[in-house]
């Protein structure tokens, strides 16, 4: 840790932040961002969501202010890649290989590990076949997901009047719905293929918003989360291991809560 607070490690993956929408949890990440530096910051597809942004223009100051603060860290020598995804998809193709005020946009990336391990960096959704297959249902089920957000928020807000903490609709769905953790199952393990085809170690990706660290399928499978409800990061320590931070809390009243995921070995 710096003498100003702020905790560096060697790199940072950040995915599904979703700038543009009014489930983006700017405010938290920005407050991560002020607090956490790494040499080498991912943003690893998602970050913006064009798709939201052409329906209907949403963009308050917390988001600019995050946009801002990337912008700072790439220019103070923080060494900044951008992944695209399917929702800030209008970075692909013809910018692959530019920058733009110091951040590079790649269409996937090889991170290399302090301990010499590699790991393939993509966003994920090309393995989507819902994405890829049929694009009206993907958008389909992108409004559904805002509803259930917007539902989320009037439940909780009942909920913090009777002193109930918070509960997540939508994770709940998607890990008591059968077919939804197949779906994470099948997505897993074709990221896990495609690391393999690749011959690296593993995998380092985003898309489904479920942080997830874990080697079932031969070789280590990380997911970055998302900052819309789990508001969760990958950070690699300088000794090369692996953390997930959930993030869930504002500095005014924070108190450290990492949840510590598999490490690697």
Same mark, same amino acid.
């Given at each position: 840790m710096t003498e100003t607070g702020t905790k560096r490690y060697r790199a940072l993956f950040i995915s599904d932040v979703h700038l543009g929408?009014?489930?983006?949890?700017? #405010? =938290?990440?920005? &407050? $991560?961002?002020?607090?956490?530096?790494?040499?080498?910051?991912? %943003?690893?597809?998602?970050?913006?969501?064009?798709?939201?942004?052409?329906?209907?223009?949403?963009?308050?100051?917390?988001?600019?202010?995050?946009?801002?603060?990337?912008?700072?860290?790439?220019?103070?020598?923080?060494?900044?890649?951008?992944?695209?995804?399917?929702?800030?998809?209008?970075l692909r193709g013809g910018y692959y290989g530019t920058h733009f005020g110091g951040i590079e946009v790649q269409e996937s990336a090889i991170h290399e590990g302090a301990d010499g391990r590699r790991?393939?960096?993509?966003?994920?959704?090309?393995?989507?076949?819902?994405?890829?297959?049929?694009?009206?249902?993907?958008?389909?089920? #992108? =409004?559904?997901? &805002? $509803?259930?957000?917007?539902?989320?928020?009037?439940?909780?807000? %009942?909920?913090?009047?009777?002193?109930?903490?918070?509960?997540?609709?939508?994770?709940?769905?998607k890990h008591k719905v059968k077919n939804a953790v197949n779906y994470i199952g099948a997505f897993e393990k074709a990221l896990a293929t495609e690391a393999s085809r690749h011959k690296v170690d593993g995998v380092?990706?985003?898309?489904?918003?479920?942080?997830?660290?874990?080697?079932?399928?031969?070789?280590?499978?990380?997911?970055c989360g998302d900052w819309v409800e789990s508001c969760t990061a990958i950070a690699e320590?300088?000794?090369?291991?692996?953390?997930?931070?959930?993030w869930t809390q504002l500095s005014a009243d924070y108190q450290p809560s990492l949840e510590l995921a598999q490490k690697a070995a």
């Open positions: 929408t009014r489930g983006c949890q700017a #405010d =938290k990440l920005l &407050d $991560f961002l002020r607090q956490h530096d790494a040499e080498t910051i991912y %943003l690893v597809g998602d970050i913006v969501d064009g798709w939201a942004l052409r329906s209907s223009w949403y963009w308050p100051q917390a988001h600019n202010d995050v946009v801002q603060k990337l912008l700072r860290q790439a220019r103070k020598g923080a060494r900044m890649i951008y992944i695209p995804g399917n929702h800030d998809e209008f790991y393939l960096v993509v966003h994920g959704d090309i393995f989507d076949l819902v994405v890829t297959q049929a694009r009206w249902l993907a958008l389909l089920g #992108d =409004k559904a997901y &805002d $509803f259930a957000l917007t539902a989320n928020r009037l439940f909780n807000a %009942l909920r913090r009047i009777f002193g109930a903490p918070y509960w997540s609709l939508s994770k709940w769905a380092i990706c985003g898309h489904i918003h479920t942080a997830a660290m874990h080697d079932d399928y031969g070789l280590r499978y990380i997911n320590h300088h000794d090369g291991k692996f953390e997930i931070i959930t």
